[in-house]
């Protein structure tokens, strides 16, 4: 081979590995999809600002990792399918399950959600057991899973209806002795939507449950382990910064502030 082709074949090689180096670049810097129901106020919701606490931590989590995120919203079931196939990389707002567990790999929880009753204020009604809710009317919402033990008895009184605003209105009026749900909703469902009522009732200590909220990354996504590794290392590192408590503060007084 003489130098004239010698150096063409070098040049022609040069330029693709140019170009292969460019595109890896554009598949690693490419934007994760993470996706949320948006219907699941203060968590994540697009109405809210930063679209929720749950996706305002997970995006500054995933900042820290170094991470850029496209947000969409889908409903429950099409995003759980979508994380499934690959169509979507991570869902930001997940509880875990072994099902949920054999198609996508968890994180370490970035907050902790307690379902406890909320009841009158001055109510004799207590929480610290199923047995002593034997007896009470209890406001529930179709289809929600409280707790395993809470949902199969069929020794307490339980009066479903479609949400949490209809429960506590029930409440306030005296039809029913006590509804219960995640604490951070039931402060922000009273002051959105009732505002200056949050006088009017009492949250339990003792809670029904305690969850925490993950992400959970597609195991179709090849990279789902080290994006799980990334994230957990990025939530360690803003709770040491302060960063994390800043935002859970703000989001807090939020949450805590009557809409008007």
Do not use: C
Not at 20 to 41: D, M, N, R
Not at 90 to 96: E, G, I, Q, R
Not at 197 to 226: C, F, Q, W
């Amino acid at each position: 081979m003489n130098t004239y082709y010698l150096k063409k074949s070098i040049s022609r090689l040069a330029a693709v590995n140019i170009l292969l180096l460019f595109f890896t670049q554009i598949v690693v810097s490419a934007p994760l999809k993470v996706v949320h129901s948006g219907e699941w106020p203060p968590y994540s919701d697009q109405k809210l600002p930063n679209q929720g606490l749950g996706i305002k931590l997970v995006t500054e989590i995933f900042k820290k990792a170094g991470y850029k995120t496209e947000l969409s919203t889908d409903s429950l079931i099409r995003l759980l399918e979508g994380t499934k196939i690959g169509v979507y990389d991570v869902f930001a707002t997940a509880w875990y399950s072994d099902q949920r567990n054999e198609y996508l790999q968890f994180s370490n929880p970035y907050l902790q959600t307690s379902v406890r009753f909320i009841k009158r204020k001055g109510s004799s009604f207590a929480f610290n057991g199923l047995r002593e809710l034997q007896g009470y009317m209890i406001g529930i919402i179709a289809g929600y899973a409280y707790d395993p033990a809470f949902d199969q008895s069929r020794n307490l009184l339980k009066i479903t209806e479609r949400n949490l605003i209809q429960n506590l209105l029930k409440l306030k009026q005296g039809r029913i002795d006590a509804t219960l749900g995640d604490e951070r909703v039931l402060k922000h469902q009273i002051n959105q939507y009732m505002p200056k009522s949050m006088s009017s009732y009492e949250i339990l200590d003792r809670p029904l449950t305690v969850s925490g909220i993950h992400i959970a990354v597609s195991r179709a996504n090849p990279e789902h382990k080290k994006i799980v590794v990334d994230f957990n290392k990025a939530l360690t590192a803003i709770i040491e910064d302060g960063s994390y408590q800043k935002i859970v503060d703000e989001y807090n007084d939020y949450i805590e502030k009557p809409a008007f």
